[in-house]
């Protein structure tokens, strides 16, 4: 069966190895990495309650642990821009730069946005993924300079679970979304299989066991059988209502390699979107 482009290299670690962003991603330079053992001890002490689990939900956490089990291959960087249409329809462009930063013990997701009349103030989020632990977020907002080599995770403001779910630089991505937060709540279910966007897809329902007013309450991936790219997503409000809708677009080839080069939120509710572009670098 030939090769379809899209379906390989929206996320996927092994046939794109996307640099520079961690988001909506598997493996690699793909999904963000390993919550395995933090899935792991959700299954297990469920199992152990209950003694019952689904074979949807045997595999959707299968799935959900290879979502978040690689690792990048090494360090990259990219920059592109925010392009963001608010509710009231209003336009604006916010310079971004996006940076996978790789050590021995964890790797480092790390997004600055510069905004502002003169672009001068910049908000920076560090998502540090560790296979023992759950992502660490930091938060550093309204900086008059970016923060250059080491983050000084001491005045970064820490957040975790429902806390991510706001706004990254006023756009539609939550810091949750550039985590994948979803892919590590301990509710994981293959709802079917089905054909979309070229792909054959299984769906994966990820529901989070706390959900909040003003976050999502799951969140279902369309997740190509062949790659294992995330093809598109749909998240949920508290209400079950739908309130975000995720479509990778644009996809590049660079140096041999199929690249992600732009992406989509859609918030169905407010009516607004934000689109991200990435300025992928040519041979």
Known sequence: MKSNPVCETIYTGRAARLRGLNFWRRGSAALPVSAATLLLVGFGAKAENTNVL???????????????????????TNTGVLKIRNAK???????????????????????????????????????????TKPNQYLLFENEKTAPLGPINIHVGMGLSGNRTMIPFAGSDFWLADLGL???????????????????????LESTNPDPTTNGYSRVDAWIDEDSGGIVM?????????????????????????WQLQSMEIDNVQTDSRTRLELDLKGP
């Open 54 to 76: 689904s074979e949807a939900e045997i595999q959707g956490h299968q799935l959900a642990q290879q979502l978040c089990g690689g690792r990048p291959l090494g360090d990259s």
């Open 89 to 131: 329809g209003e336009r604006s462009g916010i310079p971004v730069k996006c940076e996978v930063i790789v050590t021995a013990t964890n790797w480092q997701s790390r997004y600055k946005a510069k905004f502002g009349a003169n672009a001068t103030d910049v908000t920076t989020l560090v998502v540090t993924h560790c296979d």
């Open 181 to 203: 937060e979803f892919f590590h709540w301990p509710e994981q279910k293959i709802l079917k299989k089905e054909f979309r966007r070229n792909c054959s897809c299984m769906v």
């Open 233 to 257: 997503a749909n998240a949920y409000d508290a209400r079950g209502k739908l309130l975000k809708e995720f479509y990778p677009k644009d996809v590049k080839k660079v140096k041999g390699q």
